[in-house]
């Protein structure tokens, strides 16, 4: 049942110059990413009609085909699309971001305060969908560093370092529109922050990263911006593994709320907020479990903050080891007895995720090392973890085989027949 | 007989098939079959009604494995009279197809001959106790399977000198509070005479004095459970007839749960008869538990005068609830209030201490494996506790701990509440 | 699946009763008459057999042996759902959870648990208590409803307000699929980011994608303090625009929560009395967690808010049993209207908080209208409202207008930007309103995510998705939300 990728040549620009005519886009055959040609459809109809008719066409033979990537500024691409690394002429880029209009658009389509949500296009900034419901004293998850859509973090599946407290960005996901492999505009879910009708095709596509068709427009649902926030370091730990630690005594300390907490350097980065009283109360427990506590002016703070935990999913080329909380200390004591000190790497331990920056494992010596490392610790995990310590270059991943991967091979072939968006090793297939 | 009085139709629909009793009910978690849930029982009465569904043999087995322990109406938000409904099912069930000629003889000779007669109680007592002594018991058990295994640790019949009746009046001790009467019983003071006599020792000790009725037998309990309505309505009469010739006023105590509830619904069971209902509400009004007697703020003080350590009571001590005290009267705090006022006792609670332990009046005789697969969830929370001694405040529930506890073998004592506190009251 | 009626051979029910034990299997027509529906009583239908397996081996093998027998399956938890989603189905089993009661692990550190499927909600809570953490999601049904049934139905509850429904707290599911296999999804740690999230669409997938056999739920901390408030209203439309007011304020108690006269008479009749007072037109019950300096902070303004909105009488507490006592009496409003009237027609729609009160009226006008009698208990906070109507299903006019006003609120809903269902789900009850908030390709591409999973329509086949076309039903889908942004504009 292996599900080989249908198209595997280069693009075949008669076909799409010809869709491009039938939907009415401009094709600009060399302007996109890496001088990759790229359309810019201006409407979701002109989208939907391109779509449907690259779909449609003939079979193709193996040596010329269609691929799409649906892009917003492309900070995912490298590793949300592996196969990406290969030409990008061999693919048509999709922008989104021409679906905003002009360049003024923020591209939110409603931001209702009374009721705490955001509906925005899907090529729409984070950071100016964040700055947005800031005036309205909201915030939205999650709290990324840089530029990127959110569709983008919606494919990728991106989390922020707020996840530490708010749990993982589909959590607060609401609803969508997308387009699928043969053109259909579809909904899914809604614009309210509670809802149970109907199957929750959205949630597929959270995490799905294009391969049923691009996402036009998601609802969020906004948390209340805090009344205070704390920005705090630790000193540097004598190792990572014993920041580590520390960190997790303040995950473990139930009556300190902390919004976020992640260790990178070294050094614990804590972020404290909430009601004003609450954050200095917080801050006092805090200051007992942590000497040399520096507080970081808000406005720098912040950004130094989402500087240094802008890791693995940022700077999109890097190593992540998933486990739980209480085998973090122990996975990161291994990676630094083999790889030493793991400097650049972001380790949030209440989310149990290592990011290691790739350039510090560049070296071939580094990856033995690196993998000797999971497998010892692979051995005493009990049983009901199974995989969950799974190792993956961000790229590819180990996901669910068997009748599961059945069921990821089906979804594809329901909404994506043609193979318009299908990518390399993702969903993986057994 | 038609369909429409099979089943007691109009209470059913104030069930409105939300489904919270559920978990309540001992046989749904024993089968996690819905059929068998309060719900899923008050279901089939209506579709039988309904015509929906056949008064068949599973449908009358299905009524018949309930225990009527009526935990599902201490959860029922609707307020639905479950147990009243399933009273009125058996008793329609059983004039519909009485069942065969050696059942229908057994339950002449247990609800007609023995039961309503002291006579008759007398004599099954002396019985038992012979084959007991002879340990006839132990030699024909092998033979009857679980009920065999029931009968040989059943308690022993005492001897004739615990089997005496309560003497007619019992003096106050200390100023004096008035009178009360209470229930010989009908099986009480055969099998458990020092519980009845340690209740009148207590009673008086709180300045109570206390009444007995000597003509009195049974209070129709029993009948009522099992759908002998018209013998139950029969008892009901004689009670308020007996107990008023004695007292007209006086507060009635009862030590056994199961009658107490039953005595308190008195104005329900004679509704339709215009003669009586009144009197039997007004009667009903004067039953109380005598937990609740006791745990009152007038005999609360008395009671912590005379109580005193030195009582030898094992510890832990556990209180488990009688169904019908908790669930048919709602009574809850006022038993573990009066454990806890006697000095040097220490109490623990049993995790599900208010779910059935599977008694349920003769259901131990009439389905005893549904009973013990009923116990054996309350003896591992018994084992969690650690506790060494039992309390329980019902006749049926005292028999099948001890039943339970003999069984697995553990060194756990059974005893009455009001046993406890006559053991740790100070001699004047 | 052919027609005429299936029914179980001597052999398929021999292999049922050496699966699950003779005690596992019952086809009498006693036993099945007990599972003519769940909680939603308007629509009922017989089961071939009813199964109750003990393991997820035991599930795997008897769905094996009910699909060679030619049936297809219901899964069914207590059968506590509102919209018939358990209902049984023609040609069916009933495949249930009930004896599924293990709870598998509690792990404190990592904080989650396994438990299987058939575990009733308040008992995974009360697995967890002794090393301080709980479960979030706490449907009024808690005290029966199963965990598998929560993942069936994406189940909220008053305190979803802050932590979210059933979908935010699922880390892992054990499943059987329509072949009889066991499959994985997740499990505790940080999982799906890797692949595509299955979980997403199972969960709240009303049982058609499979049967759940196993759960990992992440568990939280038990808060430092809890406080209730009490705010008592001479209006209801003063106490849904308060509620308005405190989302607007962005205020951030973990549950708001609204009950009206007719309720709280119901539930203070009750077994479940929870000391309402008698001279309220409305109360709103608000629940603050947290720590000690939050609670004090938020109690404080949520109860400014109320007061500025008329409330005449405000009353807090932390006691534990007090507070106890006051959410028993919510959760046990459902069933408390069983003193009303026989029969309860629960709506559960969902409106943007804006607009409460415009639902609230829009539902006691359209129940006036036709005589019926109205009861509101609802999650305020999250904009989810509960129209309670009573009536006595032996009475088909009554019922055709109580339909009929059902109806009419979900359309208001639709019309002011709201939903069908918040979290009962849409079962047999809204199928053809799915019609007014999605269009035919949205409702084909929602079949074809159903025909992935389940190629053959064994799993609870003929809920949620309209039978008949939308257009058949001479409905149209939502203007603003339904059609591309520009079409709209």
């Not at chain 1, 959110?150 to 370092?161: D, E, F, K, P, Q």
């Not at chain 3, 509690?106 to 499927?117: G, L, S």
């Not at chain 3, 007072?277 to 109860?303: F, H, K, Q, R, Y």
């Not at chain 3, 979900?410 to 930007?417: F, K, R």
């Amino acid at each position: 049942m292996s599900a080989e990728l249908k198209h595997t040549g280069a693009l075949d620009l008669d076909l799409v110059r010809a869709a491009c005519l039938e939907a009415g886009v401009v094709l600009d055959e060399a302007g996109g990413l890496g001088g990759g040609p790229a359309v810019r459809p201006a409407t979701e109809a002109s989208l939907g009609v391109l779509i449907s008719a690259l779909s449609a066409l003939p079979t193709r033979s193996s040596q010329s085909t269609v691929r799409l990537v649906p892009l917003g500024g492309g900070g995912q691409l490298s590793w949300c699309r592996p196969d990406a690394s290969r030409s990008p002429k061999d693919f048509l880029q999709l922008s989104m971001r021409a679906l905003l209009g002009d360049e003024s658009s923020t591209g939110v389509v409603e931001y209702v305060p009374g009721d705490g949500t955001l509906t925005a296009l899907a090529g729409a900034e984070v950071a100016v969908l964040r700055a947005t419901v800031a005036e309205g004293g909201h915030r939205l998850t999650p709290a990324v560093f840089g530029s990127c859509t959110l569709g983008g973090v919606l494919a990728a599946g991106r989390s922020g370092l707020d996840r530490h407290s708010l749990g993982p960005t589909k959590h607060h996901l609401l609803g969508m529109r997308m387009i699928d492999g043969t053109g259909r505009h579809l909904r899914s879910g809604g614009r309210l922050v509670k809802n149970v009708t109907g199957f929750d095709l959205h949630r597929l596509h959270a995490g799905g990263r294009g391969i049923f068709g691009p996402i036009v427009e998601a609802s969020m649902r906004l948390m209340p911006a805090p009344e205070a926030e704390q920005y705090l370091t630790s000193g540097a730990c004598a190792s990572a593994t014993a920041a580590v630690e520390l960190a997790l005594a303040i995950r473990g300390a139930t009556r300190i709320r902390e919004q976020a907490v992640f260790v990178r350097d070294r050094v614990v980065h804590v972020l404290l907020s909430g009601r004003d009283r609450q954050v200095e109360a917080d801050r006092r427990r805090l200051e007992e479990l942590l000497t040399n506590l520096e507080e970081h002016d808000p406005g720098p703070g912040a950004e130094a903050f989402h500087m240094a935990g802008d890791g693995a999913e940022g700077q999109g080329s890097a190593v992540r080891v998933s486990t739980v909380p209480s085998r973090v200390a122990a996975v990161v004591a291994a990676l630094e007895g083999s790889l030493g000190e793991l400097s650049g790497a972001v380790i949030q331990p209440g989310v149990a995720q290592v990011d290691l920056p790739l350039d510090g494992l560049s070296s071939a010596s580094s990856w033995p090392a690196l993998l000797e490392a999971q497998l010892s610790l692979r051995g005493p995990l009990p049983e009901s973890l199974r995989s969950k310590i799974a190792t993956s270059t961000m790229g590819t991943s180990t996901v669910a085989t068997g009748p599961a991967s059945q069921w990821s091979r089906r979804l594809v072939e329901a909404f994506d027949p043609a193979g318009l968006f299908q990518t390399e090793g993702f969903p993986a297939r057994s | 007989m038609s369909r429409e009085t099979l089943v007691d139709h109009a209470r059913a629909l104030d069930c409105i098939h939300c489904g919270l009793c559920l978990t309540t009910c001992p046989t749904y978690q024993l089968t996690g079959l819905e059929t068998s849930s309060p719900r899923g029982r008050i279901h089939l009465m209506r579709a039988v009604a309904e015509g929906r569904a056949e008064p068949d043999a599973t449908f009358e087995d299905e009524m018949n494995f309930c225990l009527v322990c009526r935990h599902c109406e201490s959860v029922c938000p609707a307020g639905v009279e479950f147990g009243a409904m399933m009273e009125f099912s058996r008793g329609a069930l059983l004039e519909r197809r009485p069942p065969g000629l050696l059942a229908r003889l057994a339950r002449w000779v247990g609800f007609r001959g023995i039961l309503v007669r002291r006579a008759g109680l007398r004599l099954a007592a002396v019985g038992l106790r012979a084959v007991q002594l002879l340990r006839l018991d132990a030699l024909v058990s092998p033979l009857l399977g679980l009920r065999g295994q029931i009968i040989r640790h059943m308690p022993r019949v005492p001897s004739a000198r615990e089997r005496r009746p309560l003497p007619p009046v019992t003096p106050a001790e200390g100023p004096p509070r008035g009178t009360v009467l209470v229930l010989d019983g009908c099986v009480m003071p055969e099998l458990f005479g020092r519980v009845n006599r340690a209740m009148t020792d207590v009673l008086a000790a709180t300045g109570r004095e206390v009444r007995s009725v000597p003509k009195h037998v049974c209070c129709g309990a029993l009948h009522a459970h099992n759908g002998e309505l018209d013998q139950a309505e029969e008892l009901a009469r004689k009670t308020i007839s007996q107990f008023n010739e004695v007292d007209g006023s006086a507060p009635v105590v009862i030590d056994s749960a199961g009658c107490g509830a039953h005595m308190k619904e008195y104005g329900r069971l004679l509704a339709n008869d215009p003669e009586w209902r009144e009197r039997a509400s007004s009667f009903a009004a004067r039953v109380v538990d005598l937990t609740e007697e006791l745990a009152s703020p007038e005999a609360i003080p008395r009671l912590r005068e005379r109580l005193a350590d030195g009582h030898g009571i094992q510890g832990p001590v556990t209180w488990d609830d009688p169904c019908h005290l908790c669930h048919g009267q709602g009574v809850r705090e006022q038993p573990r209030q009066l454990l806890d006022l006697v000095p040097g006792l220490e109490r623990v609670e049993m995790s599900g201490a208010d779910s059935c332990c599977g008694s349920a009046g003769i259901y131990t005789v009439l389905r005893p494996e549904d009973s013990l697969d009923v116990l054996d969830p309350k003896l591992e929370s018994l084992e969690q506790t650690g506790a060494k001694t039992l309390v329980t405040a019902n006749p049926g529930c005292h028999q099948q701990w001890e039943i339970g506890v003999g069984k697995s073998g553990k060194g756990v004592e059974i005893l009455h509440l009001a046993e406890v506190l006559e053991r740790a009251l100070r001699p004047r | 699946m052919g027609s005429g009626r299936k029914q179980l051979s001597r052999q398929h029910l021999a292999e049922l009763e050496r699966i699950v034990g003779k005690k596992g299997v019952r086809t009498d027509a006693t036993a099945r008459a007990a599972y003519e529906s769940d909680a939603f009583m308007l629509q009922r239908a017989n089961a071939e057999v009813i199964v109750l397996p003990r393991t997820t081996e035991e599930a795997a093998a008897a769905i094996k042996v009910v699909r060679d027998a030619g049936l297809v399956v219901v899964p069914r938890g207590a059968g506590t759902g509102l919209s018939g989603g358990a209902r049984p189905v023609e040609n069916g089993a009933i495949v249930g959870t009930a004896r599924m009661r293990g709870v598998l692990e509690v792990n404190a550190e990592d904080r989650y648990a396994r438990v299987q499927a058939g575990v009733v909600n308040v008992h995974l809570t009360a697995a967890c208590a002794d090393v301080g953490l709980f479960y979030g999601p706490d449907p009024s049904s808690q005290t029966a409803c199963t965990i598998g049934g929560n993942v069936g139905n994406n189940s909220g509850g008053p305190h979803g307000f802050k932590y979210g429904s059933t979908n935010r707290h699922v880390l892992g599911l054990t499943m059987v699929d329509s072949e009889g296999e066991v499959i994985e999804l997740g499990g505790p740690g940080a999982t799906g980011d890797g692949g595509l999230d299955l979980l997403g669409p199972v969960i709240g997938s009303e049982g058609m994608l499979g049967l759940v056999t196993e759960v990992t739920v992440q568990l939280l901390p038990r808060p430092e303090k809890v406080e209730t408030l009490l705010c008592l209203f001479e209006s209801l439309d003063d106490c849904c625009d308060a509620v308005s007011e405190m989302i607007a304020r962005r205020l951030e108690p973990s549950a708001i929560e609204i009950l009206d006269r007719l309720t709280i008479e119901a539930v203070e009749a009750s077994v479940l009395r929870a000391g309402y007072p008698d001279n309220a037109e409305a109360v709103m019950l608000v629940e603050v967690e947290g720590g000690d300096e939050e609670v004090d902070a938020t109690s404080a303004d949520v109860i400014e808010v109320a007061r500025e909105f008329g409330a005449f009488d405000t009353r807090r507490t932390t006691d534990p049993v007090e507070r106890k006592r006051l959410w028993a009496g919510r959760k046990g409003a459902f069933g408390a209207m069983g003193r009303i009237a026989p029969d309860l027609y629960v709506a559960d729609v969902v409106a943007p908080r804006t607009r409460l009160r415009e639902i609230v009226t829009a539902a006691t006008v359209a129940c006036r209208e036709r005589d019926l009698k109205l009861a509101n208990v609802f999650h305020a906070g999250d904009g989810n409202l509960h129209p309670n109507i009573s009536y006595d299903r032996r009475d088909a006019d009554e019922v055709r207008r109580v339909l009929e006003a059902g109806r009419i609120i979900m359309e208001a809903c639709v019309e002011a930007g709201g939903s069908l269902t918040g979290e009962h789900g849409i079962g047999l009850e809204k199928q053809d309103e799915m019609c007014l908030v999605f269009s035919d390709d949205d409702l084909a591409a929602m079949d074809q995510l159903r025909g992935a999973f389940d190629p053959d329509a064994f799993w609870n086949p003929g809920k949620m998705l309209p039978v008949r076309g939308c257009r058949e039903i001479h409905t149209r889908p939502l203007p603003t939300h339904a059609q591309p942004a520009e079409d709209a504009s």
